[in-house]
């Protein structure tokens, strides 16, 4: 569609693409019944379509394209061409570009009813809005200059937050914290750059070994900042995402009852059969503000039943994913607790993280299964547990939080990175300024070597969105919610 509309300075503009001149509204709130919905409108054309609906409560009021910035108006809500009034509702208006999106952004606060919603925004499409993207109110932030892209990823992790932790990485995000440190370390870069420029330039005056090996040194400083950001991943990741904590053992030795203990509710079904639990049940614990997710999984046995042997594989695949897994032992199956080393055995050669846990310590043949661990495993934690101690949930509560702490910490003003894109970004930096490094050592030109950090610049630059593709940008709004 091509829309036709004139600027401050009284000139055509024709815009052929949609996704910049079109108006656009979208439901900003959740669906379903609720006190207030927010219809959010934003473009050139949002005065102009809330002129034709909307009428003041007050004669005196002016017409939304008239009203003052910033200040709210009370009124009616009408169909396209005053056919009904569908609401009582408040109009916020936010003037460009002092807004969300940088263009004149509308407001509508209406009753939060499917009905109400639903018409308001038919009228507004009829009065010549265009339905929102996914994500592109933000996407016109990115574009007016409004929020780089750091920041809009992470106004996405502030809506899908679910604990203190991640909402604080990613405010922080949201603040400028991490493209203020990326932008700092291309900054270093381009100061490298243009000493190497300058030897390229003038290699009688600036050209000499010591200038040399300070140009190494502080390829080398940045590389090793870059290194530590890359490691905090680790961390970041699991704050972002959630630490995962998997329960693993044979049947029957009380691992649907460790979850439920820990969740403090009877989630999954707990008897005295073996096999019960086929399915892999998930459940959400958030511990001192971290998000944990908890998995049960079926028994790892050897089986004929089609439905427990299903379950026995998205038990594996539930263990591949594993942040620490938790092995239970119990003191009633002796016989398969050789079986259960070689388990373990196999996940260790993965990687695996993984803590013992000496289940059913009520039970009075729980010192040989003490005895017998104690002899087979090293370099294991083994926690001794009972679902029928009423404190058992603080301690191995605790202990997850420990674990967690473990992980990759740095120290606090480092980088943190939280997003998969932003390690990859600095996986690619880091290994063409090591390429750098090695051809300097090497005496290759000096222009290859300037063209290899340029390079490295640009790319940094990507986590920002300073360089970035239209298929980038794309996709990563695309992720974000309708209304946002
Ligand atoms: N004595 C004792 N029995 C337990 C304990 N935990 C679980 N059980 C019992 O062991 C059986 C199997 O428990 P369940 O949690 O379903 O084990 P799962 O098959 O590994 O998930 C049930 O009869 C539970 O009541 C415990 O700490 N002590
Ligand atoms: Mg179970």
């Known amino acids: 569609m091509k829309t036709n509309f004139e600027n401050k300075n009284n000139e055509q503009i024709i815009h052929n693409d949609k996704e910049t001149a079109a108006t656009i509204a979208a439901v900003s709130t959740p669906a379903g019944i609720s ?27 002016k017409k939304p394209s008239q009203m003052q910035a910033y200040t709210v108006g009370v009124g009616y809500w009408h169909a396209y061409q005053k056919k009904e009034i569908i ?55 990115f574009i007016n200059g409004k929020l780089n892209l750091t920041e809009a990823e992470a106004v996405m992790d502030m809506i899908s937050a679910e604990s203190s932790r991640q909402n604080q990485v990613a405010l922080q995000q949201l603040r400028g914290n991490l493209s203020k440190q990326i932008d700092k370390l291309r900054d270093q870069l381009y100061k490298v750059i243009a000493q190497i420029e300058m030897i390229i330039e003038f290699p009688e005056n600036e050209d000499s070994p010591e200038k040399r090996q300070m140009i190494a040194n502080r390829l080398s400083e ?26 693993a053992g044979q049947p029957n030795v009380g691992k649907s009852s460790l979850l439920n203990c820990l969740l403090g509710e009877d989630r999954a079904i707990v008897t ?22 908890l998995t049960d999984t079926a028994g790892l046995r050897l089986t004929e039943n089609i439905v427990e042997k299903e379950g026995i594989n998205r038990a594996y695949q539930a263990l591949e994913k594993a942040d620490l897994i938790f092995y239970v032992f119990s003191p009633e199956n002796p016989n398969t607790w050789q079986q259960d080393l070689e388990e373990i055995k196999t996940l260790l050669n993965q990687n695996k993280n993984i803590t013992i ?17 104690d ?13 029928f101690d009423d404190q058992a949930d603080l301690s191995i509560k605790k202990y997850i939080l420990q674990t967690f702490e473990k992980f990759g910490k740095t120290e606090s003003d480092a980088i943190l990175i939280t997003h998969l894109r932003h390690r990859n970004i600095l996986e690619k930096t880091f290994s063409h300024i090591q390429e750098a490094e ?15 950090l340029q390079a490295s610049a640009e790319n940094l630059a990507e986590i920002t969105g300073d360089q970035v593709s239209e298929e980038l940008i794309d996709t990563i709004f695309s992720e974000f919610c309708v209304g946002k």
């Open 35 to 61: 006190g207030i919905a927010v219809i959010r409108l934003s473009g050139d054309q949002a005065g102009f379509i809330c002129d034709q609906l909307f009428q003041p409560m007050n004669k005196n009021f």
């Open 87 to 141: 609401d009582q509702i408040v109009l916020t208006f936010f003037k460009a570009p002092h807004s969300y999106t940088g263009e004149d952004v509308y407001e509508i606060s209406c009753h939060g009813g499917q009905y109400i919603r639903e018409a308001i925004l038919q009228s507004l499409f009829e009065a010549g809005a265009e339905p929102a993207g996914p994500g592109e109110f933000s996407k016109r932030a």
């Open 222 to 247: 940045i590389n090793d900042v870059l290194q530590q950001a890359i490691a905090s991943f680790t961390h970041g990741r699991i704050i972002r995402e959630g630490f995962q904590v998997v329960i």
């Open 272 to 293: 005295s059969e073996a096999g019960t639990t086929r399915d892999i049940v998930d459940a959400q614990l958030i511990i001192d503000g971290l998000s944990i997710h």
């Open 357 to 373: 846990i000496a289940g059913k310590r009520d039970l009075q043949e729980h010192q040989e299964l003490s005895t017998f661990l």
């Open 375 to 387: 002899r087979h495993i090293d370099n294991l934690d083994i926690l001794d547990f009972s679902a």
């Open 438 to 452: 090695q051809a300097f050592e090497n005496q290759i030109p000096l222009d290859i070597i300037s063209g290899l």
